[in-house]
């Protein structure tokens, strides 16, 4: 376990945090999720099982606090830790198949729908919703799954190359001393 590896995923959240307090719109008391551009992001520049269960728990309790959905605290933190052990298990499953520039977007996509629909499913059991399932995964899901596949293909190569950049900075100093 690698202190450096805890604290990226950490300050990704951080970041995640404000972009989940920009509110877009909002139907029946839900809003779009950027959270998940960074959870994703984390899930795939950092693919282990610590980092995405402390990423999944960091962005659930993050918006757990911050929803204004009926049931959503519980719906937040479910909904958060099983997308990011599903999108950990495609990056796996998927990658060196696929181009990772390409695998970002999909899984910020799939994500999306993923966390929506179980986000919705949990405030349910939880709580009345005040709009139908449909209405809301329509109104509200599928348009951030769409501005969340841009903003995952944006900001995971973004992520990956600054990675790429301290890692090779690190190597250097290793050689020069």
């Not at 951030?144 to 992520?159: E, M």
Request: contains cysteine.
């Amino acid at each position: 376990m690698r202190l450096r590896d805890l604290i990226v995923v950490a300050l990704l959240m951080a970041i995640g945090y404000i972009l989940h307090s920009i509110p877009f719109w909002t139907v029946g008391g839900m809003r779009p999720d950027f959270m998940l551009v960074m959870l994703i992001s984390a899930v795939l520049l950092l693919p282990e099982v610590y980092l995405a269960a402390e990423a999944g728990v960091l962005a659930g309790i993050i918006t757990a606090l911050t929803t204004t959905f009926p049931g959503g605290q519980v719906g937040n933190f479910v909904d958060k830790i099983c997308t990011a052990f599903v999108v950990l298990a495609l990056a796996r499953l998927l990658r060196g198949r696929i181009n990772a520039k390409i695998l970002a977007p999909i899984l910020g996509a799939v994500g999306t729908l993923i966390s929506g629909a179980i986000f919705l499913g949990v405030a349910r059991l939880v709580a009345l919703p005040p709009a139908p399932f449909g209405v809301l995964y329509t109104t509200v899901v599928l348009p951030t799954a769409l501005l969340n596949t841009i903003g995952t293909g944006v900001i995971y190569p973004l992520l990956e190359m600054s990675r790429q950049a301290v890692q090779g900075g690190s190597a250097r100093r290793e050689r020069a001393a």
